[in-house]
């Protein structure tokens, strides 16, 4: 049972709140190819009407030009992974994400006015996740 969720509605609140730990969940119409630009930045495709979880975002820009948010959708191994993604610093790509730049993010995704954070669930045990390494990065 969902005790408290929050809707957002800049990207700053979406940042902090992916900072703070918070699974964010938005439905949007949005859609991208299923292969990156040279940069490893998802195009923008053909809209979706669809529900997806925002995962990380890196606003550093030593590996990508511009502010990202990576974001995973639940279709499975549906796209290629993105032709720039260190391992090193991110871990193993989860499969079937995809990283959006800031304006499209805004526009599409906060824009939607669809973001929900939970901040308060009951009724489930915490559930052990394996380590997927140091993430500090792409959390922010």
């Known amino acids: 049972m ?3 969720s929050g ?6 609140e979406v940042k902090d709140l992916l900072y703070s730990g918070y699974a964010l ?3 949007q119409r949005f859609g991208v190819k299923n292969k990156s630009d040279r940069d490893g930045i998802a195009v923008q495709g053909s809209n979706w009407n669809h529900d997806m979880a925002t995962v990380g ?7 990508y030009p511009d502010c990202v948010f ?3 959708n ?17 871990g193993e790509w989860p499969v079937g994400s ?6 499209l993010y805004a526009k599409y995704f906060v ?3 669809s973001i929900f954070a939970y901040c308060d669930v009951k009724g489930v045990p915490q559930k052990k996740l394996p380590d997927y390494g140091d993430l500090t990065n792409v959390l922010g």
């Open 70 to 72: 990576l974001v995973a």
């Open 111 to 113: 824009g939607s006015h």
């Open 74 to 90: 639940s279709w499975g191994p549906w796209n290629v992974q993105p032709s720039v993604w260190p391992v090193d610093r991110y």
């Open 25 to 27: 969940h938005s439905g």
């Open 7 to 12: 809707l957002h509605r800049s990207v700053d």
């Open 98 to 103: 995809f990283w959006v730049r800031e304006e």
């Open 57 to 63: 975002y890196d606003d550093t820009r030593e590996v």
């Open 2 to 4: 969902i005790l408290a």
